[in-house]
């Protein structure tokens, strides 16, 4: 498909994740070009493999979703984590810094350790807890370091309607048990990937003059698993109960933050985009099953 504004097609790194593949399905539906690579694809964490896609596609802008997002499994794989999600992040960050092609990368919310329970601005400073959040740290780091234009967005709690993330595993497990379980002492922003796929590309559309440095995407509010559960219910009009349990109760390898609610004011001014409850922003996303897009294992 030939592009309606840029010559060159857009690389989405991660294609067969979550959001690379909404992102592709996005490119789609605006009628832009758009290049997809999974792991087998392209591996961002040798040198030779980044150099030859670059040169091979010469994209106009990288979007980089590729990524080791195992929370719990970083901690038993300290070392795959940092590979991927610190150093293959330099790798490719300095390889378009070399040939002058912008880069949007994707970062967490769990760079972020406890602190004042106030909205996260970008400059905010950063305390992970885990491995996990270590890894994107050095990531961010990397990137900036890099000298190459463009920018990192931190998102939370992505879901989309398909896929493995929370939205569909609390569909799973209450359709399966009649009930749910759900941790209410952790706050967060639950963030649409389809809404945030459209996020991307209007940033990536901007090319050379998209934000630098880094910026948070968020939906307005802010909520807990608990009250996240409940909303998905009610959307899918079951009458069951969520109950309210706290993190000791669910033990895990991965300490979470306690409060990782990030402010999307800023990038929204920036960017002229309208401020979207997250509620809205899930019923929008709901309205999306079975429209065609990603189907995702």
Not at 62 to 80: C, H, I, P, R, Y
Request: with cysteine; hydrophobic share 40%.
């Amino acid at each position: 498909m030939e592009s309606k504004t840029n010559p060159h097609p857009w690389l989405v790194t991660g294609a067969q994740g979550q959001l690379g593949a909404r992102l592709l399905w996005a490119a789609a539906s605006r009628g832009e070009a758009a290049v997809g690579l999974g792991r087998a694809d392209l591996d961002i964490t040798r040198e030779e493999e980044v150099a030859r896609a670059l040169d091979h596609h010469r994209p106009s802008v990288v979007l980089n979703t590729a990524a080791f997002t195992g929370v719990d499994a970083a901690e038993s794989e300290q070392e795959l984590a940092m590979a991927v999600n610190g150093h293959g992040v330099g790798i490719l960050a300095r390889a378009c810094a070399l040939r002058g092609i912008p880069m949007v990368h994707l970062s967490t919310d769990y760079v972020f350790g406890e602190g004042a329970r106030a909205p996260r601005q970008p400059n905010d400073p950063v305390q992970p807890l885990g491995a996990y959040g270590k890894s994107k740290q050095a990531g961010e780091a990397q990137f900036l370091a890099s000298g190459v234009q463009g920018v990192v967005v931190r998102v939370s709690w992505l879901y989309d309607v398909e896929g493995r993330n929370f939205l569909t595993t609390m569909l799973r497990l209450a359709k399966a048990n009649g009930e749910l379980k759900v941790v209410d002492d952790q706050w967060g922003v639950p963030t649409s990937a389809p809404l945030l796929a459209g996020a991307l590309l209007d940033m990536a559309s901007l090319g050379e003059k998209m934000p630098q440095g880094i910026w948070h995407y968020a939906h307005e509010g802010a909520t807990t698993w608990h009250g996240f559960a409940c909303e998905i219910v009610a959307l899918a009009g079951w009458d069951i109960p969520v109950h309210r349990m706290s993190t000791e109760d669910f033990p895990t390898a991965a300490e979470r933050p306690q409060w990782s609610v990030l402010d999307g004011t800023a990038l929204q001014k920036r960017m002229g985009w309208h401020g979207l409850p997250w509620q809205e922003a899930l019923k929008s996303t709901w309205n999306l099953r079975g429209d065609g897009g990603p189907l995702l294992r």
